[in-house]
């Protein structure tokens, strides 16, 4: 018998964020060991801060780390830089190497009415020390709206002498730009960053961070040191998410050949037309825009990313990490990179993170955190689809899409909202989990919590080890095979440079309310023959297959795309526009294109289905049911996930395959039958629940269908009363009685307001006459993490709803049975800290009501 394809052999998916601060050794071997023993095998070194990072304290600390997880066969990444994000250099930059430092083009103005002859300005005057001029810029301007007049637009730095300008001002309202190369002008955080538009600057970079690693531990590259992480780096011109041209008078990134790889680009005086990044000056503004942020994030991909991942291959070790995407920085400056694909095309998986950035229940609108005011349109429908999507048609990934998770929801945040949050991940594609994360320093750390281990002090660290098996279990079964999807989308970002657009997440979020599954395609991977092709009518990007491509709105796309689209479209390729067709090509007059469709939003997915262009359908809509299709060692591998809070989803779902599947509940562990209908195969998820359908694998023996709680008609409520005690992590398994009987919210102000660890709840039943059959022990609600024994027997660890248990009628006696519930609270009640006063703070302990269901024969 062939293994089964659910056994994880092995394989370690999860690499968590390792703080260290100076520790001591000891405290270092320890943390190492909970990790290991936890279901983890291997984890990112990152100094936060370190005091001697790259010193000899720095260098002897690490030397323990690598001896520890080389005795256990663990894997070590490290972390790039001496904080986040990457680029400082541990602070050395400036110190060192201050050329690199970033540079930033920046404005002033001087607004004057002319005509008038022997005008002068000074214009020194607003230089600060260190800025030098790049130029003097005039043109006509309407002062109620602040358009400029592109073709008056006068490059007229030639009239300066000693800082002065001398320029007879012509007739009219006139502004002049004074364009000003600055070091000083963008985000304060990350202004003594090396500039990541200079490979010179770059270089710098990795030989002070990478290459003494590398002479320090040679001998550890491609073995116990896996690779390196690099951590959000940007380009830091402005602090903001939203750091669109035109739309924030801000500093732009700036190298010293930047202007003439510019005008190489341009075909046309591109120095005159600088104002235009800033300002409106009509239809050239776009091609101006467009050509700016074209340039700067291909700089950013080749300079940064692309030449560390280079680096790091000649090594024999891999790059791994992520930029910043959160709210659609990632195709903006500011937090941004420009071009998410472009920026991550140098790491060896693709990746992204969820810190405090999406939440159970919010598929739409915004919610607030101490970060950030959250925009979930794109945090939700758009982020890990974008990411997973790179992993997907970039061979250099290998189908890998690396996600730093779980950091800064503070302590309210426990096994429960993780086991969401990798669900909501893995489902979209998410195959290496980095938990944020495991910190060395002294219990609290109020850096960023929650922190999984704690010295001892997270009560639920006892059940840690439930999620890491589980969440293994899912990025097992989607790693080294195929992802299948329906549709191709296009990234946006030219699109949004120029002009008016959609975010592809848009078309993400209708696609995926009716279960077709999409990839994202940036146009650069469409343009490349190389990794792209039509076979069949089908778009083949890499290894993937896709029925059609669908162009969200876009008032401008590059001319070289418009004609890529009419290739597909004659090959057989089906294309359809979102809303409109784009008013015209960037530096063309018009928009030439024909056999493509056009539809709205809410015909979209009609559109698709007329097609047969689908992979399921369901007998009725369910919102919040999403999937995943993957392709495996010859078996098709089908992922189903309730991503409700509230909601159960019970419906019936048509596959292609026509065999019988067998049905795995990664939580359990388990195989069963499918239950079978005329309409298909049921799927039955409660609230946090989620299950596979493979097809192709062998059942177990004695595989039975999966009881559901309908299933069981009769219910007999346990009254109590029940004894209650409490104890903390560091106490257990020590108890201290509790004066309440009854089941309800120990957090109550007259009870335990402030306690959290373990709830434990003692009680006594007689049998009930349930002539033989399974019974169902039916917790109700419970906050949050489950251990049962009934009769000194365990049957049952849960560390999210549904708090539901089958259990064999002969555990039951005849006469008196004793029942031990044991429930884990998170740190939230105990310790205060910035993040949790952000999200609602949940009840504690076992509020019911604990029944026993059984069948009616």
């Not at 960053?193 to 590259?221: Q, S």
């Not at 019936?652 to 079978?676: H, Q, S």
């Not at 609600?781 to 049952?796: F, G, H, M, Q, S």
């Amino acid at each position: 018998m062939t293994q089964s394809i659910t056994a994880v052999k092995g394989e370690n998916y999860l690499n968590p964020l390792f703080w260290v601060h100076g520790e001591d050794k000891e405290v270092i071997q320890k943390e190492i060991s909970q990790l290991q023993e936890n279901g983890i095998q291997s984890f990112t070194v990152e100094p936060r801060p370190h005091p001697e990072y790259l010193r000899e304290r720095w260098w002897q600390d690490l030397t323990v780390i690598l001896e520890e997880a080389g005795k256990r066969k663990m894997g070590v990444w490290i972390f790039d830089d001496g904080d986040y994000p990457s680029g400082c250099a541990g602070g050395e930059i400036v110190r060192k190497y201050p050329q690199y430092r970033k540079k930033f083009l920046r404005k002033a103005c001087i607004d004057a009415l002319g005509p008038m002859e022997g005008s002068s300005f000074q214009i020194n005057g607003w230089l600060e020390p260190m800025e030098e001029l790049i130029a003097v810029i005039a043109a006509k301007r309407d002062p109620e709206t602040d358009f400029v007049y592109s073709d008056s637009l006068l490059v007229i730095t030639e009239y300066m002498k000693d800082g002065i300008l001398y320029w007879d001002l012509p007739e009219g309202n006139w502004r002049i730009f004074i364009v000003i190369k600055s070091y000083t002008c963008g985000e304060k955080h990350t202004q003594n960053h090396i500039n990541p538009l200079e490979k010179e600057a770059v270089r710098a970079f990795i030989e002070y961070t990478y290459e003494p690693v590398y002479r320090h531990f040679k001998e550890e590259f491609g073995f116990t040191i896996k690779g390196f992480f690099t951590d959000e780096p940007r380009f830091g011109n402005y602090p903001s998410y939203h750091a669109r041209l035109g739309t924030v008078d801000m500093p732009l990134p700036f190298s010293d050949s930047l202007l003439n790889t510019l005008q190489e680009e341009a075909g046309f005086d591109y120095m005159k037309y600088l104002p235009l990044l800033w300002m409106d000056g009509g239809e050239i503004t776009a091609e101006v825009r467009y050509l700016y942020m074209n340039t700067v994030s291909r700089l950013f991909g080749e300079c940064f990313t692309g030449q560390i991942g280079q680096w790091c291959s000649d090594r024999g070790i891999r790059l791994i990490g992520h930029v910043v995407e959160e709210n659609g920085a990632h195709a903006r400056l500011g937090f941004g990179a420009g071009h998410y694909f472009r920026s991550t095309a140098g790491l060896h998986n693709s990746g992204l993170d969820i810190v405090y950035n999406i939440l159970p229940g919010y598929t739409s609108g915004t919610f607030n955190t101490p970060i950030f005011p959250v925009e979930v349109g794109f945090n939700h429908w758009g982020l890990a689809k974008m990411a997973s999507s790179a992993a997907h048609i970039d061979p250099k990934k290998d189908g890998v899409t690396m996600c730093e998770a779980f950091g800064a929801y503070g302590w309210q945040e426990g096994l429960k909202l993780m086991k969401w949050i990798t669900d909501h991940l893995c489902v979209r594609g998410v195959n290496l989990i980095v938990p944020h994360a495991f910190t060395l320093r002294e219990f609290p750390d109020m850096d960023c919590p929650p922190h999984f281990y704690a010295g001892g002090s997270n009560p639920q660290w006892k059940d840690f080890h439930i999620w890491s098996g589980y969440a293994n279990r899912l990025c097992h079964l989607i790693t080294g095979g195929l992802h299948k999807a329906t549709a191709a989308v296009v990234y946006h970002a030219e699109a949004e440079w120029g002009g008016a657009y959609e975010p592809f997440e848009k078309t993400v979020k209708v696609l995926a309310g009716d279960q077709i599954d999409c990839d994202i395609i940036p146009i650069d991977c469409l343009l490349d023959e190389s990794l792209t092709s039509i076979c069949e009518s089908e778009l083949v990007v890499h290894k993937e297959y896709y029925k059609a491509l669908v162009v969200p709105y876009a008032r401008y796309l590059p001319p070289q795309f418009t004609k890529k689209l009419q290739q597909f479209i004659d090959k057989g390729l089906p294309v359809v526009f979102i809303k409109a067709y784009p008013e015209r090509s960037y530096f063309e007059k018009d928009f030439k294109l024909q056999g493509a469709g056009l539809c709205d939003y809410h015909n979209l997915v009609s559109w698709f289905t007329n097609r047969d262009f689908y992979d399921i359908t369901l007998k009725e809509t369910c919102e919040y049911l999403r999937f995943y299709h993957y392709s495996k060692e010859g078996k098709e591998i089908y992922f189903f996930v309730n991503e409700s809070k509230f909601e159960t989803v019970n419906t019936w779902v048509r596959f292609r395959e026509t065999a019988c599947p067998v049905i795995y509940d990664p939580m359990g562990n388990k195989k069963y039958k499918p239950v079978l209908s005329e309409e298909g195969i049921r799927i039955y998820l409660e609230p946090y629940e989620s299950v596979f359908v493979l097809f192709g694998e062998e059942p177990d023996k004695q595989m039975k269908e999966k009881s559901i709680k309908s299933d069981y008609g009769f219910a007999f409520e346990i009254p109590g009363p029940w004894k209650i005690s409490v104890s903390t992590a560091k106490e257990y398994p020590a108890f201290k009685p509790v004066k309440e009987t009854v089941l309800c919210n120990i957090s109550k102000p007259e009870l335990l307001p402030a306690f959290s660890g373990i709830i434990r709840y003692e009680t006594h039943f007689d049998a009930v006459e349930c002539s033989g059959q399974p019974v169902f022990l039916d917790l109700g609600k419970a906050y949050e993490t489950v251990n049962v024994w009934l009769n000194d027997r365990k049957i049952a660890s849960c560390i999210c709803p549904p708090y539901e248990f089958e259990i064999e009628a002969d555990l039951i006696r005849d006469g008196c049975n004793q029942l031990v519930i044991e429930v884990t609270n998170t740190l939230a009640k105990q310790i205060y800290n910035m993040f949790d006063k952000y999200m609602p703070q949940e009840p504690s302990g076992l509020l019911g009501p604990v029944r026993l269901r059984w069948k009616k024969l």
